[in-house]
């Protein structure tokens, strides 16, 4: 099916109204006397002695439902708090005392004001011995939202996939997925700006790479090429028209295209750069997975970890706050501390995937490598054992991001930065919640 040539709509979302260049230097200047108040904080705490306390991660909390809100009924966005905040799990749970209780942004910690029916259990077991937290079922009204418009702009805007990938589409169940990944998302709109390109991801991820006739021959052309729907190609007026053509001509491209221009509408110019960014590191994360499968070699065990560093969930919670209709400053974004923050939550949610995705990628042709499979290799384990270390690799993993968030949020007391960790969070527990429940996708191995 050819590609219709789709243009995205002007966006009615607050974060594209026109920046005129004078509003934004306004408040850059603004931003950056607070920024440049803070920076020193959280570069001094970086620099502290590796053996210096960090603040306890948090317990886990059972979460009871929330009520479901309407498709368009906005969240609370409004930060409430400047103090500093001392432990993760202030920051997490969000402000509290008198009137504050809409603004907390995820569903962790709640006190239930009336007996609201028991939630039916969550479909699926979390894997025994994996540090997560559970949250809430997704809003309802919102998954069939988001589904209904993510189907309709898989097939009428970008012609992604043929009739017979439908139920793998259906199965993937990416409105719940992103639904449950971004609970701040004030509208569904501001939900589809992820959707899209969670779907525009996981194409370039099954046509090039996996499933749906993927390869590692040839992964480094398709995945430039692809890439230059996210970062434009300049060059002469002769060789500029082939370029665009390109982009129009297969499944991957035009939903990179398509989804980066829905993104790029919503997002603020450093925003759009922080993600090119975060994508030009999954694409080399693909193809030092690639160059293993081609030589058969098996990695060594830190190895593998820092490829998957790479090819890695990393920009999906990077976007929490273009999603969220806020903009993380860039200079608070680069700082060390928050790096560090940004790829320990990556690793988390990419390990999640690994051991969840494990028996699906055991009965895939060929040796598909994942921690588990890294460690029994390379460390001479049992399968068993070693998903078992595996799970405990995880475990140290979010507890490093927890213990770094909070030592973060202590040290940065600006009100963005802790939405943003807040969200960061958000997707790292709906991204484990969409993985224990996908068991179209998923199953556990039998190891308990
Ligand atoms: C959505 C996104 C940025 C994905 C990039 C990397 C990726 C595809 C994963 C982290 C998922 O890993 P995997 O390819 O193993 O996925 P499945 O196990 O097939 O679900
Ligand atoms: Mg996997």
């Not at 309709?152 to 993937?172: H, I, M, R």
């Not at 995880?394 to 960790?421: G, Q």
């Amino acid at each position: 099916m050819p590609a219709p040539e789709t243009t995205p709509p002007q966006s009615s979302l607050p974060a594209a109204a026109a920046r005129s260049t004078a509003h934004f230097l306004a408040e850059a200047a603004a931003r950056a006397r607070d920024i440049q108040a803070v920076i020193g904080h959280v570069t001094s705490h970086v620099g502290a002695p590796s053996g210096a306390p960090t603040p306890a991660a948090p317990p886990a909390a059972s979460v009871p439902a929330p009520a479901p809100r309407s498709a368009e009924a906005p969240a609370a966005v409004t930060p409430a708090v400047a103090a500093p905040v001392p432990d993760l799990g202030r920051v997490l749970g969000g402000p509290r005392g008198l009137g504050t209780a809409g603004l907390r942004l995820t569903p962790r910690v709640q006190v239930p004001t009336d007996p609201a029916p028991p939630e039916p259990p969550a479909e699926g077991t979390p894997i025994p011995g994996l540090y997560h937290h559970p949250v809430a079922e997704p809003d309802p009204v919102r998954v069939e939202e988001v589904s209904r418009r993510i189907k309709s702009w898989a097939l009428d805007e970008v012609s992604l996939y043929p009739e017979e990938w439908e139920e793998q589409f259906d199965g993937f169940s990416v409105g719940r997925y992103m639904v449950g990944c971004h609970p701040d998302a004030p509208t569904v709109d501001h939900l589809m700006i992820a959707t899209r390109l969670m779907v525009a991801e996981n194409a370039v991820d099954d046509c090039y790479c996996e499933d749906h006739g993927g390869s590692p021959d040839g992964l480094g052309e398709r995945l430039l090429l692809a890439h230059t729907a996210l970062d434009p190609v300049y060059t002469t007026e002769e060789y500029q028209a082939p370029w665009a053509k390109s982009l129009g001509s297969d499944a991957p491209r035009r939903a990179y295209r398509s989804a980066m221009g829905y993104f790029d509408q919503a997002a603020s110019p450093s925003q759009s750069d922080r993600y090119r960014h975060d994508m030009a590191r999954l694409h080399l994360g693909y193809l030092a997975e690639a160059a293993w499968a081609q030589m058969e070699h098996v990695p060594e065990v830190w190895e593998y970890l820092a490829m998957r560093q790479f090819n890695n969930f990393r920009p999906c919670p990077t976007i929490t706050d273009t999603v969220g209709g806020y903009e993380l400053p860039a200079d608070l974004h680069a700082q060390p501390a928050m790096q560090k923050v940004i790829a320990l939550a990556g690793n988390a949610t990419t390990i999640v995937n690994d051991l969840y995705s494990y028996t699906k990628e055991l009965d895939a042709p060929g040796t598909h490598l994942n921690l588990p499979v890294v460690i029994a290799a390379r460390e001479d384990m049992s399968d068993r054992d070693a998903y078992l270390k595996a799970v405990e690799v995880h475990n140290e993993l979010m507890h490093a991001f927890e213990s770094n968030a909070a030592a973060l949020a202590a040290d940065c007391p600006i009100p963005t930065v802790h939405r943003f960790l807040r969200g960061v969070a958000a997707w790292v527990d709906g991204n484990h919640h969409w993985h224990q429940t996908n068991t179209y996708r998923y199953s556990l191995p039998d190891f308990w």
